[in-house]
């Protein structure tokens, strides 16, 4: 294609990356715009909170792209319980930086048929890394959905 725009159709891994990265923004999106008191305001029984679903998907982003993919030690805990001192802003912006490192990833493997390093944990196999793509692109979008249902909980937002 020769348009600009449309740049990212023209691979696997871009179309891949593309998707992922509009959800990832669509959790970020969702999470602006309030106080920080409101970003951390459980929203269902389980304490599950705005802020706390960005924190455990930069969790989510180190353990498939660096642990399993790369084979490096974990860094941080899958935890959606949010620090008293650490604000929206940090949290995005660690988040952000996770982002582009699995990114950084994903472009500088050869193909996505290469294999991850290690299995993940309890599961047997070690998948290629088109399937830990895909995989994010779902958790994300799941965490995303709830992400669109906190926010309107807390202050009636829809479609942002």
Known sequence: MSD???AWMASEREVL???LNAMR???VRVSEGLCEERQREPGVESG????GLVRHLTWVEQHWFQCVFLGEEPGTTDSMVVPAGQSHDEIVAAYRKACARSDD???AAPDLGVLAARANPGEQV???LRVIVTHLIEETARHAGHAD???ERLDGATAL
């Open 4 to 6: 600009e725009r449309f």
């Open 17 to 19: 990356l593309h998707y």
């Open 25 to 27: 923004d669509a959790v």
């Open 48 to 51: 599950t909170n705005l802020l």
């Open 105 to 107: 990833i994903v472009r």
């Open 126 to 128: 070690r998948v290629p």
């Open 149 to 151: 249902i906190l926010r």
